[in-house]
T-cell receptor, first 115, second 114 residues
Framework: NAGVMQNPRHLVRRRGQEARLRCSPMKGHSHVYWYRQLPEEGLKFMVYLQKENIIDESGMPKERFSAEFPKEGPSILRIQQVVRGDSAAYFC?????????????FGPGTRLTVL | ELKVEQNPLFLSMQEEKNYTIYCNYSTTSDRLYWYRQDPGKSLESLFVLLSNGAVKQEGRLMASLDTKARLSTLHITAAVHDLSATYFCAVDPSYTGANSKLTFGKGITLSVRP
């Protein structure tokens, strides 16, 4: 059973470009979460999605950031017009429909560098 | 707003000695998670603690949860080099029984020296 998959693993963008980060959850998992990790910091929640629905986007910046989890295909985190402050590791996690444990399994992350 | 604090932030450990690290959180919760992260890597799930008094053990690590004190401890027995990593605790404050976001502490970096 493959784990959570993310690609690309490393992404370099120049200021003003767009970054697209992809996440495929573990088989059988219907919940996807995106977190951002700045150097020497813990993970900060960004958005929680189920198929075709955004459940909680309270951690998402209001501008330039968007996320989706379509009926078919991976979840996408899109950052438009990137700035240097967007440089970070972006982790996706998935969980099954288990309301008791809510255990989240993390992907390898995408390390975004904005030049 | 939920706050999760871990201390100390860095701990240099001597091999074969015992240590305890702490995770405090600011609002009532009965779901707490410990993760391990190696440099440049993802997070590996270590423990899921789901009720007051929960205790879980895996190898040299033992985690416990006191929901009344809003405190979790991670006890390390006879530290070995392989345990060098950053350890995060995360809290799920929801009471709805639904899946929800986790709030993470800043992490504690453990370094085991001979």
């Amino acid at each position: 059973n493959a784990g959570v998959m993310q690609n690309p693993r490393h992404l370099v963008r120049r200021r003003g470009q767009e970054a697209r980060l992809r996440c495929s959850p573990m088989k059988g998992h219907s919940h996807v979460y995106w977190y951002r990790q700045l150097p020497e910091e813990g993970l900060k929640f960004m958005v929680y999605l189920q198929k075709e629905n955004i459940i909680d986007e309270s951690g998402m910046p209001k501008e330039r950031f968007s996320a989706e989890f379509p009926k078919e295909g991976p979840s996408i985190l899109r950052i438009q017009q990137v700035v240097r402050g967007d440089s970070a590791a972006y982790f996706c996690a998935s969980s099954p429909q288990d309301r008791v444990r809510n255990e989240q399994f993390f992907g390898p992350g995408t390390r975004l560098t904005v030049l | 707003e939920l706050k999760v604090e871990q201390n100390p932030l860095f701990l240099s450990m001597q091999e074969e000695k015992n240590y305890t690290i702490y995770c405090n959180y600011s609002t009532t919760s009965d779901r707490l998670y410990w993760y391990r992260q190696d440099p440049g890597k993802s997070l590996e799930s270590l423990f899921v603690l789901l009720s007051n008094g929960a205790v879980k053990q895996e190898g040299r690590l033992m985690a416990s949860l006191d929901t009344k004190a809003r405190l979790s401890t991670l006890h390390i027995t006879a530290a070995v080099h392989d345990l060098s990593a950053t350890y995060f605790c995360a809290v799920d404050p929801s009471y709805t029984g639904a899946n929800s976001k986790l709030t993470f502490g800043k992490g504690i970096t453990l370094s085991v020296r001979p």
